[in-house]
């Protein structure tokens, strides 16, 4: 899709100008998707569970990340080197909190039922993510809310060849490749990565090499939902409104990003959310943003139906 | 002597059956006619078909449809699009009417009797089912959830920005040269988007006077006749051989193919079946709610149907049944009407209506905790729900994946 657009801006006004914007806007909003994403695809590769609840998780960091710019008294005013302080300890906060809210999650709605057939914690999990969103919309009520625009997130920073790189984009990007790089490393190379690797492999097998898999378990939902708090406070600070129905679209974008890049897989994940940033970009904005959600879906399904392991294959216990 | 239990069971079950349907059918006669409740509980009959349908695709044949809404919307436009002046400029303006009687049958637009349409909706939602269905086909149980998913957005997004589609054009320049079939006008588009169409008509059956939103009497006899057929239909299929071999494929799917039940067939005649009865009391609602509006066909809705079936037991069709009419009442009676000022008498500041869909929610989880089997549960589904072979079905999943990878 982004060639064929390229080389219609080709012909029609000899420059790539355009596309260039879209796929720079993908990728921005692509690095969110992209870390809620790795959420999804890190329980599912150890609980195989679609943790329907996590969209809602990413909504409710969002709005931590909110109060929090209100706790701190963060605004408009702010002198730089304050801002960046208290934008780090809203980071703090929101990814602590949403951490926190997703392991609860697991130990009341998952972890009773881990013996039970598959389709029970997924079902708890649709009643979660409900929940949490009439909790959103009892927290800051049932429509858009504007967010104090800290960073000029649409300010320019720089040009690139006509392509304009906003603070926003920069955020986004900036915050995103450390918190990726910062997980991998974990997952390869700390011991309780390692613990949760054997368990994704084959939780039986782990449990007696010593391993206490609930335990592995619960932090995986943890630096899940961390990731997700995360991508709430940049979504926040990027988009500049927040809303109660934002973790609805985002964990369905999310979680077709997983399953693009392979469910298991981190580094497929992030891809995926790129991926899947441009396409809705460039259908925002060549098509109509009102048939964005209903590309979305219908790429969903075509994944699904064409390549159900993903673009770079799964990591998951039942592809080994 | 277990026999002799049995049969006394089996006597009780259908003296209670025969006493349901009798309470079902005088209780219109204690109400008065415009009443709220009489209007409740036409909407709790329609839901109970609704539910029912599900049932058989995720009760029976253990296929989680979390897109059940598209149905809905499928049966409800087939209202709208046949009943109703939505298409005013088809046949040059002087519309379609077929076997309509009243003031339907001056009005422009296209008016067709709705025991007609219903046969129409039936077909549309069971060709959308097995459409919906096929992708599936391959997929583990989570992944159906979410395309199913997918599908019921897909068909909300559509409805909402039908009006945008136009269809007029391409239908008079393909199908509108044909004999029989009239031309829609050059302006028709597929819906009329966020805004709806409305009126639709009301239906219109042989022998009785057309039907009117002042009195709903008839609309809950038409709504409890689609209940019993939709009964006869789920108790016959649960017992029929199709039945079984639903069962089979949700209890263990490699026992079920190596015993020789076609896969391919036995989950699509569940999606088709399934999607037939949700399509039938969307054409019913259609006229009932007297519009065909995209903010009905949310996900939301598919999670209310979904929390009926999970509250009154998954494949258990008297356990649907009262689930439905359970959650139904606690949706258009309880929560509007008798607790919705509650938080604000406990100092907290908001209505219970806003907070609805936490309690579908919190039901859910509730059930699935406390008892996963439902209300009335199914017997086999008791045992499996309380960790009996619950080990073999999920190692079943891993198996399938694991064949179809070889």
Known sequence: ????????????????????????????????????ALGYTMVYGIVELINFAHGEVFMIGSFIAFAAFGWLGL????????????????????????????????????????????????????????????????WLGGSQVSVPDLIGSQNLLFEVGGIDITNGDALSILTTIPLVLGLTLFIDRARMGKAMRATAQDPDAARLMGIDVDKTISATFLIGGVMAGAAGLIYALYQTTIWFHQGFEAGLIAFTAAVMGGIGNLRGAVVG??????????????????????IVFAFLVLVMLVRPRGLLGEETRQAG | MSSVLERARRIDQRFLVAAAILFAVLLPFFFDSGSPFMDDAVLALA????????????GFAGLLDLGYVAFFAIGAFTMGWLGSTFYSESNGG????ILVTGAASNL??????????????????????????LPTLRLRGDYIAIVTLAFGEIIGQVAANGDQIKIGPIWDATLGKLPLIPDLGSSATLTRGKLGISPVDKIDLPFMDPFTSLNSRPWYFVALGLVLLVLFVNVRLRDSRLGRAWLALREDEVAAISMGIPTVK??????????????????????????????????????????????????????????????????SWLIP?????????????????????????????????LRPEGLIPERSRKQEMHGIGAGDTAGAGTDVELGEAG
């Open chain 1, 75 to 138: 605004d408009l005013t702010t002198a730089i080197p304050l801002l960046i302080l208290g934008l780090a300890l809203t980071l703090l906060i929101s990814a602590i909190a949403s951490g926190a809210l997703n392991g609860m999650i697991e130990k009341v709605g998952y972890r009773p039922l881990r013996d039970a057939p598959k389709l029970a914690p997924l079902i708890t999990a649709v009643g979660f993510s409900f929940i949490l969103q009439n909790v959103g919309v009892l």
């Open chain 2, 47 to 58: 839901y109970v078909v609704m539910a029912l349908g599900l049932n058989v695709i995720v």
């Open chain 2, 266 to 331: 036995t989950k699509l005649m569940a999606y088709g079946t399934g999607a037939a009865l949700g399509g039938m009391s969307g054409a019913f609602l259609g006229s009932f709610l007297n519009t065909v509006n995209a903010s009905q066909f949310e996900f939301l809705f598919s999670i209310f149907i979904l929390a009926m079936v999970i509250l009154g037991g998954l494949g258990s069709v008297w356990g649907v049944v009262i689930g439905a009419i359970l959650l139904s009442y606690v949706n």
């Open chain 2, 94 to 97: 002087d519309g379609i009417h």
């Open chain 2, 108 to 133: 422009p637009g296209i008016h067709i009797n709705f025991l007609l349409v219903l046969v129409a909706a039936v077909v549309f939602t069971t060709i959308a089912g097995v459409i919906i269905g």
């Open chain 2, 337 to 369: 009407d008798v607790l919705n000022g509650l938080p604000g008498q406990l100092g907290l500041d908001f209505d219970l209506t806003q907070v609805s869909f936490a309690i579908f929610g919190f039901i859910l989880v509730i059930v699935m905790i």
């Open chain 1, 1 to 36: 899709m982004p060639v064929a657009f390229a080389i219609h801006d080709l012909s029609a006004d000899g420059s790539l100008v355009r596309i260039g914007n879209n796929l720079k806007d993908g990728i921005s909003n692509g690095a969110i998707w992209a870390l809620v």
């Open chain 1, 273 to 294: 959310g790129l991926i899947i940033g441009c396409i809705q970009q460039i259908s925002d904005n060549r098509i109509g943003p009102e048939w964005t959600p209903v």
